[in-house]
């Protein structure tokens, strides 16, 4: 039963971070253009499915309160001010998104409120994950690092990361979504932010080696996870062959498959942890009777339900938008 909801909390944080990170990354690049013509097609191309993406941040939230409850009172404990800086940045872009196209002479203020809670949401995602890497100052199970304990030069650099990554998949979702000049734009941006990532991974390996990280000797116990980057490298040519020959099918499931295969990486890295590296997935686990409790209720109807629903409304809202498309 722990391995269930192992599964199933690796799964919506998968989810969360493809679909999620697209239209994070979308509102990132809604500050590379000022045509009201690109940022209404922009809009357009994830308005129907946005509410229901961040509802897998709601799920990893809830199963992480009830299947692993330590984790969650940690975590919240070590990263109060990165999550209220996420929820301000996510609250803040959902309402610039409901009333920008309303607006007229105070536009300018909702587009940029949908940028920047964009990028702070991403940015404060990015920063957490370096913190969780690198390490958090744990004792007997509980917290000690204080407000600022997870601040450091890695976290900031993983969230700047974050940020090139999730605009990466917003600039391959609209090559996949979109036509004319947003298309174009799209594909102007790709070779950029996949350089800019490339820069990113370096430094991060080259930091994790200077500092003698811990999660540097996991690679050395288990060769097999080089098969990831293998499998990462590999979608990475794919996608640069399919941006030369302008193949919009193609580009945005290769980068789907190089964040899978990055956090692959992690996941298989930080195993048998859950916190890396403190606690581990059998500690911090509720009791036996919580956990088959909870599955019968969110394990076997809830999350099935809900990936049924997400496959709906990515088929129900396949296809191209133009600049006539409102769905918004």
């Given at each position: 039963?722990?391995?269930?909801?192992?599964a199933?909390l690796?799964?919506?944080?998968?989810?969360?971070?493809?679909?999620?990170?697209?239209?994070?990354?979308?509102?990132?690049?809604?500050?590379?253009?000022?045509?009201e013509?690109?940022?209404h097609?922009?809009?357009?191309?994830?308005a129907?499915?946005w509410d229901?993406?961040?509802?897998?941040l709601?799920?990893?939230?809830?199963?992480?309160?009830?299947a692993?409850?330590?984790?969650?009172?940690t975590?919240l404990?070590?990263?109060y001010?990165?999550?209220?800086?996420?929820?301000?940045?996510?609250i803040?872009?959902g309402v610039?998104?409901?009333?920008?196209h309303?607006?007229e002479?105070?536009?300018w203020v909702?587009?940029?409120?949908?940028?920047?809670?964009s990028l702070?949401?991403?940015?404060?995602?990015?920063?957490?994950?370096g913190?969780?890497?690198?390490g958090l100052p744990?004792?007997d199970?509980?917290y000690?690092g204080?407000?600022?304990?997870w601040?450091?030069?890695?976290?900031?650099?993983?969230?700047?990361?974050?940020?090139i990554?999730?605009?990466?998949l917003?600039?391959?979702?609209l090559?996949?979504?979109?036509?004319?000049d947003v298309?174009?734009?799209?594909?102007?941006?790709?070779?950029?932010?996949?350089v800019?990532?490339?820069?990113f991974?370096?430094?991060v390996f080259?930091?994790?080696?200077?500092?003698n990280?811990q999660?540097?000797?996991?690679?050395?116990?288990?060769?097999y996870?080089?098969?990831?980057?293998?499998?990462?490298?590999?979608?990475a040519?794919?996608?640069?062959v399919?941006?030369?020959?302008r193949?919009?099918h193609?580009a945005?499931?290769?980068v789907?498959?190089?964040?899978a295969?990055?956090?692959?990486t992690?996941?298989?890295?930080?195993?048998?942890?859950?916190?890396?590296?403190?606690?581990?997935i059998?500690?911090a686990?509720a009791p036996h009777?919580s956990?088959?409790?909870?599955?019968w209720?969110?394990?076997?109807?809830?999350?099935?339900?809900?990936?049924?629903?997400?496959?709906?409304?990515?088929?129900v809202?396949?296809?191209?938008v133009?600049?006539?498309?409102?769905?918004?």
């Amino acid at each position: 039963m722990i391995l269930y909801w192992v599964a199933i909390l690796a799964i919506s944080t998968l989810l969360y971070v493809l679909l999620d990170g697209f239209d994070l990354g979308v509102g990132i690049l809604f500050a590379a253009t000022r045509k009201e013509s690109c940022r209404h097609v922009m809009m357009s191309a994830i308005a129907p499915i946005w509410d229901g993406n961040e509802t897998w941040l709601v799920v990893t939230g809830v199963v992480l309160w009830g299947a692993f409850p330590i984790v969650y009172a940690t975590l919240l404990s070590a990263f109060y001010l990165p999550l209220l800086l996420m929820l301000a940045g996510l609250i803040l872009r959902g309402v610039a998104f409901e009333f920008r196209h309303k607006a007229e002479r105070m536009r300018w203020v909702w587009d940029a409120s949908f940028a920047g809670g964009s990028l702070v949401a991403a940015f404060t995602q990015g920063a957490a994950v370096g913190a969780l890497v690198e390490g958090l100052p744990i004792a007997d199970g509980r917290y000690v690092g204080g407000e600022l304990g997870w601040l450091s030069p890695f976290a900031l650099l993983c969230g700047v990361g974050l940020c090139i990554g999730y605009a990466l998949l917003g600039a391959c979702w609209l090559v996949g979504k979109c036509e004319g000049d947003v298309r174009d734009l799209g594909y102007r941006l790709i070779p950029y932010l996949s350089v800019g990532l490339l820069v990113f991974l370096a430094a991060v390996f080259a930091y994790a080696l200077a500092e003698n990280l811990q999660v540097m000797g996991r690679w050395l116990e288990r060769p097999y996870l080089f098969v990831f980057p293998v499998v990462g490298m590999v979608a990475a040519a794919i996608l640069a062959v399919s941006v030369r020959q302008r193949d919009d099918h193609a580009a945005f499931p290769m980068v789907v498959i190089i964040f899978a295969a990055a956090f692959g990486t992690l996941a298989i890295s930080f195993w048998p942890y859950i916190i890396p590296f403190s606690i581990t997935i059998e500690a911090a686990a509720a009791p036996h009777l919580s956990l088959a409790f909870m599955f019968w209720g969110a394990g076997l109807f809830v999350f099935p339900l809900m990936l049924i629903y997400t496959v709906i409304s990515l088929r129900v809202f396949r296809g191209k938008v133009t600049s006539s498309t409102n769905h918004y």
